[in-house]
Structures are given as structure tokens and as C-alpha cells.
């Protein structure tokens, strides 16, 4: 079955600085007509940072959409400063958490919400994290908390609902196969 849309008209209906939303008309397989609303993004990376005592780092910080504070890895967006994703990598480590690592290696991929948007994350490892010497300036408006956590603490952080990021479940998941 051919399962392919095809956009017969398309309109941008909010740019800004995060992202943008593109209303398109599409034809169906079956010939009828449907309308998507796209959120558009410049692409992010979340990090797997693991410390030489074998914690896991994360950040609590409060999440307007979600209207709560979250458990996360650390993670951003992918923009003008980038020349890569791994570039993002360690430009994100020294803005949130303020460590510099040794060793970085791609993981996996993903879209973090295929239904609406088309941001896809990259996860990377991070370790052998030692203090950066020159800070970078955070976000504008972003506090954040630090915490280090075990991995048993990290699984039961998911399993009690106290951790409900997506990629941060996916981080820590991924991190109880490489033990395996």
C-alpha cells in the first residue's frame, strides 16, 4: 500500500525562535484531501553523561507545556553556533551542567514526537567529565538544579513516574543495556 501524502498548498504560520509551524494541505492515498499542522525544528541532541563514580547526571528545571518541573538529561538544540551535532554535545555540557568531556560517542537517533513535529533528536554518551575552565552563558531564563544519580536510583526514578521525559527514559534504558 502507498502510504505517501502529497502537500498541494503550504503556509507558515508562526516563525519563531525555537521553532516554526507550517499548515499544509495534503492529498491522501486515497484521493481525499486532509490538513497537517507541522512544527518545524532546527534538530537537538540529549546527552547520556555518565561521571567516573558511575552516575548518571540530570537536571531538574520547571517546563511550561508541561507545567511542572522535569527530570531530564541534559539536552538543546542544534543552532547557528553548531558545526555538528557533537559540537552541540559539548557546547550543551558546558552551558548546563559545566563539564567538558573526554570521550563522546553517538548512540541513536530519534524523532521525539512523529504526529506533529519533525524534531529529531540525536543521544550521544559523554563521559570522562572533568570541570570546564571557561563557562558559557546559559539560556536566557533557564535554571536549572544538578543531580547525580546511580543507575538503580535512575530506573527507579522511571518506575515511581518521578522521571516522565521521554529521551531521559531513553537514556537511562539504554544505559541498563550497556551494562548487560
Not at 503550504?10 to 512544527?39: C, M
Amino acid at each position: 500500500m502507498n502510504f505517501k501524502e502529497h502537500v498541494t498548498d503550504s503556509r507558515q504560520i508562526y516563525d519563531g525562535a525555537i521553532i516554526n509551524v507550517e499548515k499544509q494541505t495534503v492529498r491522501l492515498p486515497d484521493g481525499q484531501t486532509a490538513f497537517r499542522e507541522i512544527v518545524h525544528h532546527s534538530g537537538a541532541v540529549g546527552v547520556l553523561a555518565i561521571t567516573s563514580d558511575q552516575k548518571i547526571i540530570l537536571e531538574k528545571q520547571w517546563r511550561a507545556p508541561a507545567k511542572a518541573v522535569t527530570i531530564e538529561i541534559p539536552a538543546g538544540k542544534v543552532d547557528q553556533r553548531d558545526s555538528n551535532f557533537k559540537h552541540a554535545v559539548i557546547r550543551e555540557l558546558n552551558e548546563e551542567i559545566r563539564y567538558v568531556p573526554e570521550h563522546v560517542e553517538e548512540l541513536f537517533g530519534f524523532y521525539s514526537s512523529v504526529g506533529f513535529s519533525d524534531e529529531y533528536m540525536q543521544l550521544y554518551l559523554a563521559t570522562g567529565l572533568e570541570p570546564v575552565t571557561n563557562k558559557l552563558p546559559r539560556d536566557k531564563g533557564e535554571f536549572l538544579q544538578i543531580i547525580e544519580k546511580t543507575l538503580d536510583e535512575a530506573v527507579s526514578m522511571v518506575k515511581s513516574g518521578e522521571i516522565k521525559d521521554a529521551k531521559t527514559i531513553m537514556a537511562i534504558q539504554h544505559w541498563q543495556l550497556m551494562q548487560k
